[in-house]
T-cell receptor, first 112, second 112 residues
Framework: ETGVTQTPRHLVMGMTNKKSLKCEQH?????MYWYKQSAKKPLELMFV???????ENNSVPSRFSPECPNSSHLFLHLHTLQPEDSALYLC???????????FGQGTRLTVV | QQQVKQSPQSLIVQKGGIPIINCAYE??????FPWYQQFPGKGPALLIA???DVSEKKEGRFTISFNKSAKQFSLHIMDSQPGDSATYFC???????????WGAGTKLIIKP
């Protein structure tokens, strides 16, 4: 079983849909992250949770809504997305902030 | 000041050659410089990391060279193999900014 598991692996959604991405980590880490990865661009940190508390929101549009019910699970709720939101969404965790981050395999999202 | 500039964007090297990927930063408070490796369909994985108290760190065939005065660091891959073909990201963090600041990535192809 991998350390950080993301589901689904692929998602196609219309601009009026509502969907959620799920992340689960089995590493006992305290910090969890959502990143957006677009081609030929640096990874964009979206949200940070530390001990289940959101500590960072890097100017992410409100159509992305994170949820962290416990230190092992992280969700990203999506609604009324735009085509430019199509990207690979990566979840990561670390024992503490600023230490090695372990990534999931990502969800490839396509907004049509 | 928060950017990490990575070059080249892509690199093709013959098997056995030594690809070199370079990164430069501005924020002198950065004190943690990791390199991540990402294969297609996978999330990034930590390859090697360095802190500014040393000028070089080796792990297997991978070496980080660090030049504090120039604010640059680079990744060298000795005796490169086709299995090293991947996208490589540098990153930096430190000071009041614990977030990892990422380079844009280098797509490396090792030709057999």
């Amino acid at each position: 079983e991998t350390g950080v598991t993301q589901t689904p692996r692929h998602l196609v959604m219309g601009m009026t849909n509502k969907k959620s991405l799920k992340c689960e980590q089995h590493l006992g880490h305290n910090a969890m992250y959502w990143y957006k990865q677009s081609a030929k661009k640096p990874l964009e940190l979206m949200f940070v949770y530390n001990f289940k508390e959101q500590t960072e929101n890097n100017s992410v549009p409100s159509r992305f809504s994170p949820e962290c019910p416990n230190s092992s699970h992280l969700f990203l709720h999506l609604h009324t997305l735009q085509p430019e939101d199509s990207a690979l969404y990566l979840c990561a965790s670390s024992q503490e902030r600023n230490l090695e981050a372990f990534f999931g395999q990502g969800t490839r999202l396509t907004v049509v | 000041q928060q950017q990490v500039k990575q070059s080249p964007q892509s690199l093709i090297v013959q098997k056995g050659g030594i690809p070199i990927i370079n990164c430069a930063y501005e924020n002198t408070a950065f004190d943690y410089f990791p390199w991540y490796q990402q294969f297609p369909g996978k999330g990034p994985a930590l390859l090697i990391a360095i802190r500014p108290d040393v000028s070089e760190k080796k792990e297997g065939r991978f070496t980080i060279s660090f030049n504090k005065s120039a604010k640059q660091f680079s990744l060298h891959i000795m005796d490169s193999q086709p299995g090293d073909s991947a996208t490589y990201f540098c990153a930096a963090s430190g000071g009041s900014n614990y977030q990892l600041i990422w380079g844009a990535g280098t797509k490396l192809i090792i030709k057999p």
